[in-house]
């Protein structure tokens, strides 16, 4: 089963929260607010890691991408619709 925008932004928002120490696969599933199911869990962590946000090691998943300054320039005075 694919996981949903929502699913995928829901561990995002965790592994951000949490940058600085890795993390176990166990404990990300005991720290998110909804359950999910572990091969979900596992599609979202690869997607992840393909697109450069993650790193996966023997102690664990951990956050490693930055947003570009320019981008975070570029959306500083931007109105949101």
């Known amino acids: 089963r694919y996981p949903n925008?929502?699913?995928?932004?829901m561990v995002e928002s965790l592994l951000k929260k949490?940058?600085?120490?890795?993390?176990k696969?166990?404990?990300i599933k005991k720290k998110l607010?909804?359950?999910?199911?572990?091969?979900?869990?596992?599609?979202?962590?690869?997607?992840?890691?393909?697109s450069g946000k993650i790193i996966y090691g023997p102690k664990g998943v951990q956050w490693i991408y930055t947003e570009p300054e320019h981008l975070k320039k570029m959306f500083e005075n931007s109105l949101e619709v």
């Open 25 to 27: 696969i166990s404990e």
């Open 33 to 50: 607010p909804k359950k999910i199911m572990h091969q979900t869990l596992i599609i979202i962590l690869e997607y992840l890691w393909k």
């Open 5 to 9: 925008l929502n699913t995928v932004l």
């Open 18 to 23: 949490h940058r600085d120490i890795p993390m």
